[in-house]
């Protein structure tokens, strides 16, 4: 599939076929996370990959009640490891969520590549997360999302943007 259809008909995806995905495939798109570039080439991304159906169960409650994604047939939870160093100066031990925002936008779009959908899940009990799966005090949930077969044809490109000329402008704010 070409690159740029891949990012244009990327979509969030809330209804999952219980079809698992082949092994080949899930792990195409697990290695495009893991050779996702990081600053300083850190590599500060870890990602749990959940398929038990009471583990999935398990997160519902500590993602505010979004049901849909223990629906899939693999939930992947992402963290980071607490990188000491400072980006941009006032970034600090979070500038890991720069690398691991990178390395899982570089699976859903490898996961769109394969026709799997996924859906950024933002809102997280981290405390929580960190708590059931044993997550290490210097590491921190990013991120989560649901990877499986969508139910329908949810990949259909992106008309709700705004023109290039308020989100780009040339040589200086001009906004």
Partial sequence: MDFYEVIKTRRSVRSYKPDPIPEDVFKRIL???????SGGNRQPTRLIV??????????????????????APVILVACGWEIPTN????????????DVAIAVDHLTLAARA?????CWIGSFDNTGIKQFWNVPDDYQVVALTPLGYPVGEPFQEITNRMPMEQSVCNEEWGF
């Fill in 31 to 37: 290695n495009a996370a893991r050779i996702a570039p």
């Fill in 87 to 98: 980006r941009g100066g006032y970034m600090g031990k979070y500038s890991m969520l720069m």
């Fill in 50 to 71: 959940v398929r038990d159906d009471h583990r999935k169960d398990a997160l519902i409650p500590l993602c505010n009640g979004q049901k849909f994604i223990a629906q």
């Fill in 114 to 118: 394969e026709g799997i959908g996924t």
